[in-house]
């Protein structure tokens, strides 16, 4: 940043930082009565997370040195990921006391510095790009930010009344972003509660009573194939399976010459299909329609569903049910390291199935909340692309305040 507006000033950031402190290293000792120790995991997203916990002996001195108080921000500066360091979160109050580990370092800043406007402004991608560019890859394969490299840093300095404007006003975004967020997570918690009684006909819908029927997967799907032969001039777009039943991709594109098969299947939208070595992930899903006509190799077997007994979109979240895929998994076999699901095991799992036109019932509820889902995530995409716009804007004084 070679200039910023009338006011403004560029400083070195060791300048106006109180102290910079590594944290606690860890034994090997863990005490469900010992102090919270933050790790990596706990900073997500900006905020500290308590999800998963570990607790960790500590003496009086130590927890002295090394426990948090409201206002320090925490500063991620050791990682095997780059994704990971520099990630920020600021400490709140906090009733039960708290210390951080040696992969973190804790800054507190000089009274010239508002603490959550420099939290805003560590976590910008304006200053994310630069601290990248001078990540050390350390013995043990580790990304490292040391703290000479992070007092180096030159930032801006705008007036303490002004540092306070802008983080009220991306602390607003923020309070927004966390309610969206807190409502997808609460729609995918129905969702799941919906599955669980749906699909086991715990609760059906008006006018069903007539029993289900327990099915071999073989009954109900066909296995096909549609073998094509590679040709040294074509392209040819490549599906693969995500883990945790989270869809079919596109995962490659490669030309004809760099395919080492002779031949490869072609996929149809509404193909049901699996990662032969990745059932233990959960790597099912089903085709969707702008993926027609793509290809996979034979670690992808395709079926097709009969429709006097399964809807295509009924299987879909059938993959979800941790019965299923236990199942699934159980079935595998082979040696440490290539293990896998043959078709022919796949088509011996049995389900338990409603008549059609109940499936076709369930499948639109599940859709309707999967439809919800999406639209909150789109709305949450574009809330966190304009709060970046005016994170840009803001800590650069493009746009000022009025104080």
């Known amino acids: 940043m070679s200039s910023v507006p009338p006011g403004w000033t560029i400083e070195r950031f060791g300048d106006h930082i109180e102290f910079a402190q590594n944290g606690f290293s860890r034994r090997e000792t863990v005490s469900e009565f010992g102090p919270i120790v933050l790790r990596i995991a706990n900073i997500t997203g900006g905020r500290i997370s308590l999800h998963e916990i570990s607790q960790y002996e500590m003496t009086d001195e130590e927890l002295s040195t090394y426990r948090l108080k409201p206002g320090d921000l925490l500063f991620v500066r050791v990682n095997g990921s780059a994704q990971y360091i520099g990630r920020c979160a600021l400490v709140g109050n906090w009733s039960v006391p708290m210390a951080f580990d040696e992969n973190i370092i804790r800054l507190r800043a000089a009274k010239t510095y508002s603490p959550k406007f420099l939290y805003y402004l560590l976590s ?106 590679t040709s040294t001039d074509g392209s040819y777009r490549l599906i693969g399976v995500r883990w945790y039943v989270a869809g079919v991709h596109i995962h490659d594109t ?11 299947s072609q996929v149809r939208t509404d193909d049901i299909t699996y990662n032969k070595m990745w059932v233990s992930k959960a790597a099912f899903g089903v085709v969707p329609q702008e993926y027609d006509g793509a290809f996979c190799t034979s670690e992808y077997p395709l079926f097709r569903a009969e429709s ?52 076709v019932m369930i499948t639109n509820l599940l859709k309707s909340v999967d439809e919800t889902i999406q639209g909150r995530e789109v709305y949450l995409s574009r809330l966190r692309e304009q709060k970046r716009g005016l994170m840009q804007r803001l800590l650069t004084g493009d746009v000022r305040v009025k104080v």
Do not use: H
């Open 308 to 359: 006097d007994y399964l809807v295509t979109d009924y299987m879909g979240y059938l993959f979800f049910d941790r019965k299923f895929q236990k199942v699934a998994t159980d079935l595998c076999r082979g040696t440490t390291g290539r293990v896998r699901l043959d078709p022919a095991d796949f088509l011996r799992i049995e389900v338990l199935l409603p008549r059609p036109d109940e499936q």
């Open 254 to 264: 490669r030309d004809g010459g760099d395919i080492v098969t002779a031949s490869l």
């Open 124 to 229: 910008s991608p304006l200053v994310r790009s630069r601290l990248l560019a001078e990540i050390n890859w350390s013995t043990g394969g580790q990304f490292t930010i040391s703290q000479p490299i992070l007092k180096s840093l030159k930032l801006p300095l705008p007036p303490l009344p002004e540092q306070r404007k802008i983080a009220a006003i991306l602390s607003t975004w923020d309070e927004a972003i966390g309610t969206v967020e807190a409502l997808i997570a609460a729609l995918k918690r129905r969702k799941q509660g919906l599955m669980q009684r749906l699909l086991t006909g715990e609760v059906r819908f008006p006018g069903f009573t007539e029993p289900w029927r327990e099915v071999r997967l073989g009954e109900a799907l066909a296995q096909v194939q549609r073998p094509t032969r």
